[in-house]
């Protein structure tokens, strides 16, 4: 992903408001989506802190967006398998693992995570983060999981 501009002053500005946990979810979300919705933004490169590692993304996409004004998407979700991760020597499975976020977060507290992504633009965005933060004990499988074992037609998502 090689983008020409990052976030501005405004974006900045937003995320230093959306990051402010004692403000209710849904009225951070309302301040942004007038302005700063993702699906009202031209491609924009970022990176930023992300529990303890570096995160690449593109305030375009949807995940990424969250990440950037959020810390986070579904950060309740993440905490939870956080929670459950009593043990350092579990092995988890990320399924549909898209641009790595869960993947990323996972790697901190599983021995091991299984990360299944088909569609290869994402996978590289996925394989990309574990690079840029050395994690080893990610490893990515090239293709989806289903009920049988077949081939089928990989229709692009929007």
């Not at 990176?47 to 309740?76: K, P, Q």
């Not at 633009?121 to 074992?149: D, I, Y």
């Amino acid at each position: 992903m090689t983008l020409k501009h990052g976030p501005n002053w405004f974006h900045h500005g937003l995320q230093a408001i959306t990051r402010q946990n004692w403000i209710r979810r849904g009225l951070r979300y309302r301040l942004l989506r007038p302005t700063a919705h993702w699906t009202k933004l031209r491609p924009c490169a970022f990176e930023c802190s992300f529990f303890g590692h570096r995160y690449r993304g593109d305030l375009s996409n949807h995940i990424d967006w969250h990440v950037f004004f959020f810390g986070a998407y579904e950060l309740d979700e993440l905490q939870f398998l956080k929670k459950i991760a009593n043990y350092r020597n579990q092995v988890i499975l990320d399924i549909g693992a898209n641009v790595g976020q869960h993947s990323l977060f996972l790697s901190e507290h599983y021995k091991q995570v299984h990360a299944f992504e088909p569609f290869h633009p994402v996978r590289c965005l996925l394989e990309e983060k574990l690079a840029l933060n050395n994690v080893e004990n990610v490893s990515v499988h090239p293709f989806g999981l289903g009920e049988v074992q077949e081939n089928g037609i990989f229709f692009v998502p929007p």
